[in-house]
């Protein structure tokens, strides 16, 4: 979920603008040509963008995904597959309920200061400005995904829930939802 793909960006470069028209109101070329121009460019892009965006998983539909891809499997596999797990926890039936944690980033989003002048009138009929300034701290963002794992005796995953789930780093609703997103 990020850039523009590049076939997407060459069609779009490649989309005709209006005909351009002489001074005597008739197109340039002899053939008038069917131009797609700025509405067609808008639609499609607004396509893509619900495209890209119907990619993105909830924390539920990522969960729904791990469950379905592991559930079944060994638990050695999928720590194998995705890391190891932070801690574990026995049960009284011979298996481990793991806590896994993946995907961590942190980011620092650069702070700003928003400057806003209003005009106003007092009582006496001057004009004055009255200006607010706002100022917002840099902020530190973090991102991860973290699961629980229940595996039975033999080491066979049973169940998995996500405990924790930070929105995606890549404008989507869950980092659960990046890294199990197979598709």
């Known amino acids: 979920m990020g850039m523009l793909p590049q076939f997407l960006a ?22 008038a040509r069917i131009s797609l121009g700025g509405i067609m460019k808008t639609m499609l892009i607004a396509a893509c963008a619900a ?9 539920q539909q990522a969960a729904q995904t791990m469950r379905s891809e592991w559930v079944g499997e060994s638990a050695d596999s999928f720590f194998v597959a995705n890391g190891p797990p932070v801690s574990s926890f026995p049960r ?11 995907g961590e980033a942190s980011i620092v ?38 699961a629980q794992i229940a595996a039975d005796a033999e080491g066979k995953i049973e169940s998995i829930r996500i405990s924790r789930d930070s ?5 989507s609703f869950s980092r659960c939802g990046e890294l199990f997103n197979r598709g």
Not at 115 to 124: K, N, S
């Open 10 to 31: 060459d069609f779009l470069a490649k989309i005709e603008e209006p005909p351009s028209y002489s001074q005597s109101g008739a197109p340039d070329d002899a053939v």
């Open 51 to 59: 495209a890209l965006l119907a990619g993105c998983q909830t924390t």
């Open 92 to 102: 009284d039936n011979g298996g481990q309920i793991y806590t896994w944690r993946g």
């Open 109 to 146: 989003r650069p702070g700003s200061v928003q400057t806003r002048r209003v005009p106003a009138q007092t009582l006496d009929g001057r004009r004055t400005t009255t200006t607010t300034v706002t100022y917002q701290p840099a902020q530190r963002v973090n991102y991860v995904c973290e």
């Open 167 to 171: 929105g995606g780093m890549f404008l």
